[in-house]
């Protein structure tokens, strides 16, 4: 861990305090038309960083939630939040991180790096993708079907910062966006895990 990455893991708790009185940084979309999708997001599939291609298609019956991530941001410390989500929930939930450098250079690091970061550091346990985009006219290919209405059904929001998250149900049906603000273990992300 680096200085700056030990610096900011101390910080995050007051980072988490102070946004969180900051309404406009904490937001939450729901899918409330109960919109379907219009490409299937068991059609998709990602390599995961050791190299294993993960189809979407083995996803079926489970909560999946994917977040951006990085390891050198202010909301790195959620990668700890994240696993402590996916071991109290993994009969039902799946957790995917997909690793992005695409603000202000927060995720330098190799695949290899990266997992070694979030195992060492956080114990994370869950499956990481690849590192790719996950904005932009380059973004991946999940992260299309996530934040394009076209392919979705009803979300057309990207990923604001690192540690933006998304969920879909347990029949491929994208039904909320969490800002980076919102802790994996917000009382909204609990409920929405809930939800049958």
Known sequence: MTLRQSILKRIYPLLMLLTSHKE???KTFRNQSNAQPLESFYSLSTQLNNGVELNFN???????LLVNTASDCGYTNQYADLQKLFEKNSDRLIILGFPANDFKEQEKGTDEQIAQFCQI??????????????????????FKWLSEK???????KQPSWNFSKY???????????????????SDEVIEAINKS
């Open 167 to 185: 969920l879909v149900n347990e029949q491929g049906q994208l039904t909320h966006y969490f800002d980076p603000a919102v802790s994996p273990l």
């Open 150 to 156: 076209n392919k979705n059904g009803w979300n057309s």
């Open 24 to 26: 406009n940084r904490k």
């Open 58 to 64: 083995s996803l079926k019956g489970k909560k999946v």
């Open 121 to 142: 550091n956080f114990g994370v346990t869950f499956p990481l993708a690849k590192k790719s985009s996950v904005k932009g006219d380059h973004k991946n290919e999940i």
